[in-house]
């Protein structure tokens, strides 16, 4: 039995639930809190987080972990970050078990805002800010203007002090 003031069928729910919408959405779509939505499925005995859903397009995932300041402040990652500080987001994700190989966010940022980085290239960072994904803060260079910047802003002593064990496989920042 459907609570008497949401306006969806059975089956709409069970077509959103497979789609892989979050809750929080359906709710939002059909005006009714997100505990309405969660004791809904429950009822037609759909689990919170369906096996086998389309994972979620990064391009979606990847504005939940940005904290904007202001279209000219900077726009820090708050999800998992790479220890030289970019942030890192899972861009394939993976409905095995197998987990998906991490991007930096300032890459798919400039993704995001510009389209696919040349082959070779490097985004850096105007604000030296690692963190930051702003897409007014990132540049296109080459690698050796990314040691030239690093240098000239003291980043590569943050590199030698941990040495370059990193078990996260990343891009060329
Ligand atoms: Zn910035």
Not at 87 to 97: D, F, H, I, R, W
Not at 126 to 149: E, I, K, S
Request: hydrophobic content about 30%; charged content about 25%; overall charge positive.
């Amino acid at each position: 039995m459907l609570p008497k003031n949401i306006k969806a069928t059975k089956e709409e729910l069970r077509i959103h639930y497979r789609s892989g919408l979050s809750q929080k959405k359906i709710a939002e779509m059909y005006g009714v809190s997100q505990g309405y939505i969660w004791m809904t499925f429950k009822r037609l005995g759909l689990r919170s987080h369906p096996k086998g859903r389309t994972p979620r397009p990064w391009q979606q995932r990847f504005w939940n972990y940005v904290d904007k300041n202001g279209a000219n402040g900077c726009w820090v990652w708050t999800a998992s970050r790479h220890r030289f500080g970019y942030g890192l987001l899972v861009k394939e994700q993976s409905t095995t078990k197998k987990r998906g190989r991490h991007r930096t966010a300032h890459r798919l940022s400039w993704e995001l805002h510009n389209g696919a980085i040349p082959k070779g290239l490097s985004v850096l960072h105007h604000c030296d800010n690692p963190p930051c994904v702003n897409p007014a803060h990132l540049f296109l260079g080459t690698q050796a203007d990314n040691n030239r910047d690093m240098f000239a802003k003291g980043r590569n002593k943050i590199g030698r002090r941990k040495g370059n064990n990193c078990t996260i496989q990343i891009e060329a920042a």
